[in-house]
């Protein structure tokens, strides 16, 4: 029996000033409010985003989710090549 198109969320990748260096921070938009769910250090990211057991929960429950970084995380070049998808890039 297969399967058709389940719902899937859509993810965001973002920048916070008050978000601390080295870590990031999954969170979701609540009431029109931006809430942090659960932080994690970089290594918890591995190759895919939703691989996170809550991310993947919300993610393919249809829920649009964000992870939340450091903009000096994001600008300092080695941190980005460990912590974006290969071949993400940042508009």
Do not use: W
Not at 18 to 32: E, K, T
Not at 66 to 73: R, S
Request: charged letters at 25%; aromatic letters at 12%.
């Amino acid at each position: 029996m297969e399967r058709e198109n389940e719902a899937q969320g859509k993810l965001f990748i973002t920048a916070f000033e008050r978000c601390p260096r080295g870590i990031f921070l999954l969170s979701v938009i609540n009431d029109g409010r931006l809430v942090t769910v659960c932080p994690g250090p970089f290594s918890e990211l591995g190759s895919v985003y939703v691989a996170n057991g809550e991310a993947m929960r919300r993610f393919f429950s249809g829920e649009d989710i964000y992870y939340v970084f450091n903009p000096q995380d994001l600008a300092d070049e080695e941190i980005k090549k460990t912590i974006l998808p290969h071949g993400f890039e940042m508009k």
